[in-house]
């Protein structure tokens, strides 16, 4: 079993609507939870961080992480065209950038 | 605005051959990581340094490929000789040790014929 499992879709919806992404995870000494979006031909950009299992928001964003399960999920509400992007889950044990585990990515299609 | 700066940004090579990939990372982070992108297995973490000395490298084929750190601005990744399954895209990403926000540059595509 892969220490983090990740849909890799493509996932197609449509302008306006939420968006559900998730990951479970293997590892319980994972503490410290990461969303990073992947425009084509980019390198990965940070989008959320957690520590703590329930939820986090930031704008149209919102992590939530449920320790219990060992799964992760990012909403994305009002979903737009320019969220079209592979969207990475990360996981850390230590706390620190040492020794991050991506999960492949779920490729998001946002339609106008 | 801060960057981590990748060259080339796309490299084309016979097998055999070999290739050097470049990293300056953001001033004053003193982490740098490697990591290999396929569709296949996702990223990969290929060697990570902190402060300039090596940390992991048990991600890379070390009978081909070597990482290294001659400065605090410069980061090198070399594969010699290159095979065809080393195709894939090489990002380099630096970070303060200690956070978790690592800051990637855009790649290298490599494709080796």
């Known amino acids: 079993q892969k220490e983090v499992e990740q849909d890799p879709g493509p996932l197609s919806v449509p302008e306006g609507a939420i968006v559900s992404l998730n990951c479970t995870y293997s590892?319980?000494?994972?503490?410290?939870f990461m969303w990073y979006r992947q425009y084509s031909r980019k390198g990965p950009e940070l989008l959320m961080y957690?520590?703590?299992?329930g939820n986090k928001e930031d704008g149209r964003f919102t992590a939530q992480v449920d320790k219990s399960s060992k799964y992760i999920s990012l909403f994305i509400r009002d979903s737009q065209p320019s969220d079209s992007a592979t969207y990475l889950c990360?996981?850390?044990?230590?706390?620190?950038?040492?020794?991050?585990?991506f999960g492949k990515g779920t490729h998001l299609i946002i339609q106008p | 605005d801060a960057r981590v700066t990748q060259t080339p940004r796309h490299k084309v090579t016979e097998m055999g051959q070999e290739v050097t990939m470049r990293c300056q990372p953001i001033?004053?982070?003193?982490?740098v990581f490697w990591y290999r992108q396929t569709m296949m297995q996702g990223l990969e973490l290929l060697a990570y340094?902190?402060?300039?000395?090596?940390?992991?490298d048990s991600g890379m084929p070390k009978d081909r490929f070597s990482a290294e750190m001659p400065d605090a601005t410069l980061a090198t990744l070399k594969i010699q000789p290159s095979e065809p399954r080393d195709s894939a895209v090489y990002f380099c990403?630096?970070?303060?040790?200690?956070?978790?926000?690592?800051?990637f540059g855009s790649g290298t595509q490599l494709s080796v014929l």
């Open positions: 990403a630096s970070g303060d040790s200690g956070r978790e926000k690592l800051f």
């Open positions: 957690t520590y703590s299992s």
């Open positions: 340094f902190r402060n300039r000395a090596p940390l992991d």
């Open positions: 001033l004053g982070h003193n982490t």
């Open positions: 990360a996981i850390d044990s230590g706390g620190g950038a040492d020794g991050l585990t």
């Open positions: 590892n319980s000494a994972f503490q410290y």
